[in-house]
């Protein structure tokens, strides 16, 4: 019987790419309730911006880890690391690096996804060895090499196959292959996963980001090849520039033209994942500002950068302001123009994957060069700090070319005479005691090993950790808010069910309105739908245009796919569309006040739609003609039983 393929819910990273993790754990793990029951293979539930957004937010970090791991008690949990980077954006020296992994063991991790930018190796050694030790050790923990993905002529299949080789003798688990900016050609992960599977006796699981569409292709073209493991997300959190959806793939794995294929389609509970739809929307649709909103000349910018999509949402809270003030750009400009700054950099920089935390720099290079430009000035003349580090081997080996001229740059802004050529970490002091005494010094009594921690992965010029410890030390962090719902999801009578008339009527509000047609949940549903109706004109499914090998779905398959998506979709927003009059009446609006719900609905549906991305011109409507057709039906006796939105209305495709 051949193995299922298995299927590794992203939950952190779903979220960090489309709400730029701001919802709380709590948040999150309640919209998520039924995760135990889906039949998961396993949860990321930590890494990445999981620990620094925390702090900014007003909360700390290690409660918000125990919150994610105590929701979901019984299945493994991974977290993503950064390599030597951990959960920041700077190298940390051996003995935080180790203490980072042995706190995280104690909090219930299972599995280390480790990565480095670069795909030096050297900066994921360390911990992949504490991990390692920890098993030794009898703890229940793995780790994971990761392989970053790309498009890029610095990196070459024979530099990932010189990867794969050092992460197996350095007893990784399993190999991960990760493409967080969705920009990797299926052919190429074909080819490679049928390089890992000949060479090694390993698992290999694929992550990738389907913000231009490729990411289902390059899912099937690894599963084709025998990868093991994908990485999805929740229907009602995936897509726009998160992970494809698990029903998605779920489907092109069951009706896949290779037998073989097919029978690795594994056994998911869609019931269970259904129960959390709308909870899971109602939160997305909470922190919908927070969203990329989708804009073909954006994304279109976006890819010709290979930035990741998940970098928009981090990006606005840091750059909107600025480009605005200083430059006069909105921030969709403003994005395009990044973008484009950024694509013109990549050259001279030798061509880095647009990973973190050089995706971070990159961009933020790529936003200097705009002001530069603005101040009359030739292009890299100013180098950020990250650059010169970058560009000066302090961050680890670079792969590619990078222009002499700007190397040379870097190395007289650092005092250096040449590149340097040793593991980055290695030239760092130790920095654990220093972080406690710092503690002390503080007036900190009750000092903790993960406060510690805090201070010495933060030490920062702002001495970031330190403040956040501080203030936890004296009981005054103060959780962000929650953001507010728009108007119309906002309940102004706060659950009172009193209401007051006029001329004999009930008089109703927005809200009303909003819960008589679905309220927040269906509403982002609906409106995801709508956009993916008008994402399938980006994607770029076509990009690979070689003749695929025997055993591989053809392009025809594909595209009949997506066509039916395309179909099944319009199907649903059409029959949603057409019922808001019946759920509207039934909700006790009649004759005059009908028409006027009606209107409002369309003011209701155009604004989660333009919200999304989606153009004007393709946002449904209901037509007041059709309010006419159906109280025809009433008057006439057709017209019997409570409407409700159409229960096949879910985001299946989504």
């Known amino acids: 019987m051949s193995k299922p393929v298995y299927f590794n819910n992203t939950i952190r990273d779903s979220y960090q790419s489309n709400l730029a993790m701001q919802p709380s754990a709590r948040e999150i793990t309640e919209a998520e309730s039924h ?22 937010r007003g909360r700390d970090p290690w409660e918000e880890q125990r919150v994610m791991r105590s929701a979901y008690p019984d299945i493994p949990m991974s977290i993503l690391v950064r390599g030597d980077t951990l959960v920041g954006y700077d190298i940390n020296p051996d003995d935080v690096i180790e203490a980072y992994v042995r706190q995280m063991v104690k909090e219930g991790i299972n599995g280390f996804t480790i990565f480095d930018g670069l795909n030096d190796t050297r900066n994921q050694e360390v911990p992949i060895r504490v991990v390692n030790e920890c098993r030794e050790e009898g703890a ?22 010189d990867s794969a080789e050092k992460l197996h003798s350095m007893g990784v688990r399993d190999f991960y292959l990760k493409d967080p900016c969705g920009v990797v050609q299926p052919g190429t992960v074909h080819e490679l996963v049928s390089r890992l599977k000949d060479k090694y006796d390993r698992d290999v699981y694929i992550h990738a980001h389907n913000t231009h569409g490729l990411a289902y292709v390059a899912y099937m073209a690894a599963i084709e090849a025998g990868a093991d493991g994908i990485d999805v997300a929740h229907p009602a959190m995936s897509e726009n520039v998160a992970q494809p959806s698990a029903l998605r793939m779920l489907q092109l794995i069951e009706n896949h033209p290779n037998r ?6 594994p056994k998911l509970n869609v019931g269970a994942i259904d129960a959390d739809m709308e909870s899971i929307a109602r939160l997305r649709m909470q922190y919908r500002n927070t969203e990329p909103t989708f804009d073909r000349e954006v994304f279109q910018a976006l890819f010709h ?36 700054q950024q694509a013109k950099i990549l050259g001279a920089l030798g061509y880095p994957l647009q990973v973190t935390p050089h995706a971070k720099n990159t961009t933020e290079q790529a936003g200097r060069e705009l002001f530069l430009q603005n101040q009359g000035k030739a292009p890299l003349t100013e180098l950020t700090p990250p650059i010169i580090k970058y560009l000066t081997g302090q961050l680890g080996r670079v792969p590619g070319k990078p222009d002499p001229a700007l190397v040379q740059q870097a190395l007289d802004k650092a005092g250096l005479e040449a590149p340097v050529t040793e593991r980055a970490a290695s030239r760092l002091e130790p920095r654990m005691e220093k972080a406690r005494q710092m503690l002390e010094d503080a007036g900190v009594t009750n ?29 005054e962090l103060q959780p962000a808010a929650e953001p507010a719902f728009p108007g119309y999801l906002r309940d102004i009578l706060n659950g009172s069910t009193e209401r007051h008339t006029k001329n004999g009527y009930t008089i109703r509000t927005e809200y009303d309105i909003a819960q008589a047609i679905g309220g927040a949940g269906v509403l982002e549903i609906f409106a995801q739908e709508v956009l993916e109706m008008e994402k399938y004109g980006h994607y770029k499914t076509d990009a690979e245009t070689d003749e695929p090998e025997e055993g591989r779905a053809q392009p025809e398959y594909y595209e009949s796919t997506y066509s039916k998506w395309r179909d099944d979709a319009k199907a649903r927003i059409e029959a949603y569309v057409g019922s808001i009059p019946e759920m509207l009446y039934d909700d006790g609006f009649r004759n005059g006040q009908l028409y006027q719900a009606v209107s409002v609905a369309n003011r209701i549906i155009q604004d989660v739609c333009v919200q999304k991305g989606v ?32 229960e096949d209305f879910q985001p299946q495709m989504v």
């Not at 995760?35 to 900014?56: C, K, R």
């Not at 994971?144 to 790309?150: H, R």
């Not at 004007?616 to 039983?641: K, T």
């Open 615 to 646: 153009s004007r011109s393709l946002i449904p409507s209901v037509d007041q003609r059709d309010i006419g057709v159906f109280m025809d039906r009433v008057r006439s006796g057709d017209y019997i039983g409570v409407a409700e939105p159409d």
């Open 35 to 56: 995760a135990l029951q889906v039949g998961w293979h396993s949860l990321q539930g930590g890494g990445g911006t999981f620990f620094h957004v925390p702090m900014l």
């Open 447 to 475: 000092i903790k090993d993960e406060d510690v921690l805090t201070v010495a992965m933060w030490m920062d010029e702002k001495r970031t950790g330190l403040q956040h410890v501080i203030k936890k030390e004296k009981g």
């Open 140 to 161: 229940n923990v793995y780790a994971q090499g990761v392989i970053c993905l790309g498009d890029s002529p610095a990196f070459t299949m024979d530099l990932y196959m």
């Open 305 to 340: 950068a290979k930035g990741p999509g998940g970098a928009a949402s981090t990006l606005k809270p840091i750059m909107e302001a600025n480009m605005k003030a200083v430059l006069g750009l909105d921030w969709r400009r403003a994005q395009i123009e990044i973008y484009r």
């Open 260 to 265: 073989y294929v097919r029978e690795r389609a």
